[in-house]
C-alpha cells in the first residue's frame, strides 16, 4: 500500500508478514519526507517477532545513521554511522576531495575509511581504519576520456 505521494507505506509478503514504513513529516524537522523508520513484524511457530530500523539524516537529508532494534531470524544487526565532507585519517601527501561526499562508513565494530578520491569523486583508495581483517583497495580510473572500441 503506498500514499499520496507514491511512497511505499505496508507491504505484506510471504518472506515477511508485514513491513510498515514512516516517513518524516513533521513541521518540527521540516517535513522533508524522508523514510526514518521501518518496522518488520514476522510470526514465526506462533510468535511474532519484530525488528525495527530508525533513519537520521543530517541537514543536506543525507543518511548519518541506522539504528537497529530487535531480533529478526535470530540476528541482531548493529547499527551503521555515515561520516561525510572529512577523512578522519587523512592520508599525508595525497590530494583529495572529500567535500560533499562520503569518506567513512562504520558498523559492528568494522570501519571503512575512503582515504581519497580524485577531483570527479571517485574513490581512488580505501581501507578499514579498524578492523578484525586486514584489507586494503587500491582503485585506479582511465583519465584520458572514453574508451574507444
Not at 517535513?31 to 510468535?47: E, I, Y
Request: aromatic share 10%; glycine share 10%; hydrophobic share 30%.
Amino acid at each position: 500500500m503506498s500514499d499520496r505521494l507514491a511512497r511505499l507505506k505496508t507491504v505484506q509478503n510471504p518472506e515477511a508478514a508485514l513491513i510498515e514504513y514512516f516517513y518524516d513529516e513533521a513541521a518540527s524537522t521540516q517535513g522533508k519526507g524522508n523514510l526514518t523508520r521501518k518496522v518488520q513484524q514476522r510470526g514465526l511457530s506462533g510468535a511474532v517477532v519484530s525488528g525495527e530500523v530508525r533513519y537520521h539524516y543530517d541537514e543536506w537529508n543525507r543518511p548519518v545513521r541506522r539504528v537497529y532494534s530487535g531480533v529478526v531470524n535470530g540476528v541482531t544487526t548493529p547499527n551503521v554511522t555515515y561520516r561525510y565532507d572529512t577523512h578522519e585519517y587523512p592520508v599525508s601527501g595525497v590530494t583529495s576531495y572529500p567535500k560533499g561526499r562520503l569518506t567513512g562508513v562504520k558498523s559492528g565494530g568494522v570501519e571503512v575509511a575512503l582515504d581519497s578520491m580524485d577531483a570527479q569523486g571517485r574513490v581512488t583508495r580505501s581501507s578499514p581504519a579498524r578492523s578484525v581483517f586486514a584489507l586494503s583497495v587500491r582503485t585506479s580510473f582511465l583519465t584520458q576520456g572514453p574508451c574507444s572500441w
